[in-house]
């Protein structure tokens, strides 16, 4: 495509977005070979299949996934993670979007975790699929053991990023078997960490879940991780 087809389509972009017309805006930065602008675009219009497509050649796998969850699509988000090769990532959305414990559990056991962070991941996910299969009985065992090792060990995870998505993990799977306890242990090691934002992000899931913050700390000046 040469230069000056590329400008018009941008023009002509920027013109239907003017508009209000945002699917056409989207197909003008797609064929211009703007696949983000183009995802957003189709987002914003309420195509989020197209949108995800578009995600996903630009290269924003979290963008593309996300939307296939939004339209109700688990499968298509965690083969948006294999297609990437995040077997993890792809478990993770099978196991509990999904609610297909033995294909996250196959791709599991093909994945050695390469960091703590990692582990600490892959235990959960492991732990989940016990629960959702019913192997775990009814006290959740396996995923307390695996929670447990997260509270004790969070503080360890470098960088900041990959520990908000063990706290993040720890909490989702704990919110699904109701065990709530186990919840706000993982959201006090977080905090304890000096994690940005985890005071925060308690206070909210408190209010979802149990309807109050009772005996949450106050939010404070939180050190920044890394």
């Avoid at 497509?53 to 965690?78: D, I, K, N, Q, T």
């Avoid at 297609?83 to 792809?90: I, M, N, S, Y």
């Avoid at 050695?112 to 192997?135: I, K, Y």
């Avoid at 709530?180 to 308690?202: C, E, K, P, T």
Wanted: charged share 25%; aromatic share 6%.
């Amino acid at each position: 495509m040469t230069g000056r087809r590329r400008h018009w389509l941008g023009q002509a972009a920027l013109a239907y977005e003017e508009a209000g017309h945002l699917l056409d805006a989207a197909r003008c930065r797609q064929e211009a070979g703007e696949p983000l602008a183009a995802a957003e675009l189709y987002e914003r219009a309420g195509e989020l299949e197209r949108a995800a497509a578009c995600y996903l050649r630009a290269g924003s796998v979290a963008e593309a996934a996300r939307c296939h969850l939004a339209v109700g699509r688990p499968e298509a988000a965690a083969e948006c993670w294999e297609q990437v090769g995040k077997p993890l990532e792809a478990a993770w959305t099978f196991i509990v979007a999904g609610r297909k414990p033995e294909r996250g559990g196959w791709l599991l056991r093909g994945h050695v975790p390469a960091t703590l962070g990692e582990r600490l991941r892959h235990d959960v996910a492991l732990a989940m699929c016990a629960v959702l299969s019913g192997e775990g009985g009814d006290d959740a065992r396996p995923l307390a053991a695996a929670l447990a090792a997260v509270e004790r060990d969070l503080d360890q995870v470098r960088p900041a990023a990959e520990r908000l998505l063990v706290e993040r993990w720890a909490v989702e799977a704990a919110t699904e078997v109701a065990r709530y306890d186990l919840a706000a242990l993982v959201f006090a090691a977080a905090h304890r960490s000096g994690l940005r934002g985890a005071a925060g992000r308690w206070r909210a899931w408190a209010e979802r879940a149990l309807g109050g913050t009772s005996g949450i700390p106050a939010e404070t000046e939180e050190r920044r991780a890394g």
